[in-house]
C-alpha cells in the first residue's frame, strides 16, 4: 500500500451529502485521499492545502471550482477533462 502522502487525494464536491458519502468511502476504501467539504466555498479552501489529484463534482459547482483552481494555480484548466 502506498505511504500516506503518495497516495492520490481526490476532492468530492456535491451537494448531495449522500452522494458525497458513497463516493468518499469507497474511494478511501481503496486506498486514496478523500476530502468532501460541505460546500463549494469550502472546497475552494480546501484547496489551500494543495491542488488535489483529482475532482470529483457536478455540472453546475464545476465553473465555481474551475475558477477558484485557476486563481489557485494561476493557469488555464482547459485540459481539465469534463466527463
Known sequence: ???QLERPRILIVDDDAGLCDVLAEALAGLGYRVAKPPLA?????TLDQGVPDLVLTD???AE????GLRR????????FLRV
Do not use: N, P, T, W
Not at 41 to 45: C, G, I, P, S
Not at 64 to 67: F, S, Y
Open 41 to 45: 466555498e469550502a472546497a475552494l479552501e
Open 1 to 3: 500500500m502506498l505511504a
Open 59 to 61: 455540472v453546475q459547482m
Open 72 to 79: 489557485r494555480m494561476g493557469r488555464d484548466l482547459s485540459e
Open 64 to 67: 465555481l471550482l474551475a475558477a
